[in-house]
């Protein structure tokens, strides 16, 4: 009998769809999982993937590909749009909308719905490759907001330090100063790639209503990060600041649990906190290796005691200048660049475009001051040299941090592992 990647190590002892299926759940995760190895389970029943571009498995090949090559109407390519999976550069979709990995991953959510086990209840995982980059919104969502105007790129006080020529010349470029046409373009396909994904996702909800699971069904809508679309002359994802770090988050209670709800809760939260909502609101036991709470108190108001705030990091992704550390309430923010030294300080509540950086201003040097010591709090108890009790203490030179399982996951996956 052979052993399985969980016994192997590979995988988790606890996962979302893990403690669902132990509680009689039948599960499945659509579309994008970024799971290595990439036909990992990871407690699902069953995974049919879209891993846009990435092949880090021998001879994979994601259901997506297989279905485009099948269903193709002529002789082209998936990528034949032009566009590279992190390019700033945007065009309309090239081939039929129904053949987009949008309408792929909606068509199988519901033949899931259609043909899941009618005995057990279901967790559905629906994960969109778009609106990550490529930028290619079919032509009907990328017309209609290209004759409107969009905001233009906003650029800080400070970002004077990511106009750089040489890096904004690559079609993958994190950081640079493009035109305010391409600027333009770029969010216009980004803005038709998020009206696209509303669509479909409304498909699917009228598909759940017409086999009456629609009400008895708990619905939570976020997203990893977002996108910095020209602002402060950066692109991309992996920054502290919020266009890449402040997501959505929408919770549809089930109407079998008639519970009164806020319509908004400004307390912070994070992903983390999904795993430990979805297993209360099913009654399943959360784990002690949890990580995040519950939001089910939020939501109704009853919860007296949250965190305070939250703490984001990043290391070195594509410079040892965009490695940062951050704590925030969503009022203030502070960051920490570990490579470089230095730090930002932001009033969200009055700018919160992150336009003007108060880390020097004397005004809010004892505010300044309580973030730093917070951030220290956070990372003291990791010991990994990035604070020594009393001050944040300088990266530069030193090796890279990764996750303490990183070694022993690459030497049983057997390859490169990002």
Not at 196 to 213: M, T
Not at 227 to 254: C, F, Q
Not at 371 to 380: F, M, P, V
């Amino acid at each position: 009998m052979g052993r399985g990647q969980g016994e192997m190590g590979i995988g988790f002892e606890h996962t979302l769809p893990g403690e669902l299926v132990k509680a009689g759940y039948h599960t499945q995760g659509v579309g994008k999982m970024h799971f290595y190895p990439q036909r990992s389970l990871n407690g699902f029943h069953n995974t049919v993937l879209d891993e846009s571009g990435r092949v880090h498995d021998l001879d994979f090949l994601s259901d997506y590909r297989e279905w485009f090559g099948k269903n193709k109407t002529g002789d082209y390519a998936f990528t034949d749009h032009g566009i590279g999976w992190n390019s700033w550069m945007a065009r309309p979709y090239h081939a039929p909308e129904f053949l987009h990995p949008t309408n792929w991953t909606v068509n199988e959510g519901i033949r899931f719905i259609d043909q899941r086990d009618p005995n057990k209840p279901f967790f559905l995982k629906l994960s969109f490759a778009r609106p990550h980059s490529p930028y290619d919104a079919p032509p009907c969502y990328f017309d209609m907001y290209l004759r409107k105007k969009l905001p233009k790129a906003v650029v800080g006080n400070w970002a004077v330090m990511h106009d750089v020529p040489s890096d904004a010349a690559s079609p993958d470029a994190w950081r640079g100063v493009r035109s305010d046409e391409e600027i333009n373009r770029a969010r216009v396909g980004y803005y038709g790639s998020i009206t696209h994904i509303d669509h479909q996702i409304g498909r699917f909800l009228y598909h759940l209503r017409s086999k009456k699971q629609f009400d008895n069904t708990l619905i939570i809508f976020t997203s990893d990060h977002g996108d910095m679309l020209g602002d402060h002359n950066l692109w991309r994802k992996t920054y502290a600041y919020e266009g890449s770090a402040h997501i959505p988050l929408l919770v549809v209670l089930p109407k079998s649990m008639k519970a009164p709800v806020q319509k908004k809760v400004h307390n912070p939260v994070t992903i983390q906190d999904i795993m430990p909502t979805i297993l209360e609101a099913a009654g399943v036991d959360i784990p002690e290796t949890v990580d995040g709470c519950s939001m089910l108190g939020l939501m109704s108001g009853e919860r007296a005691h949250w965190r305070e705030y939250v703490h984001g990091e990043h290391s070195t992704c594509y410079s040892e200048e965009q490695e940062m550390q951050f704590v925030t309430d969503g009022v203030y923010k502070f960051i920490w660049f570990p490579r470089l030294g230095t730090e930002q300080f932001f009033n969200l509540s009055e700018d919160p475009m992150e336009l003007n950086d108060l880390s020097h201003d004397a005004a809010y040097a004892d505010t300044v001051r309580t973030w730093r010591r917070r951030l220290i709090k956070t990372l003291e108890p990791r010991e990994l040299g990035l604070t020594n009790g009393d001050q944040l203490v300088s990266q530069a030179g030193k090796p890279f941090m990764v996750s303490p399982n990183y070694k022993t996951r690459k030497d049983k996956v057997g390859g490169w592992l990002p």
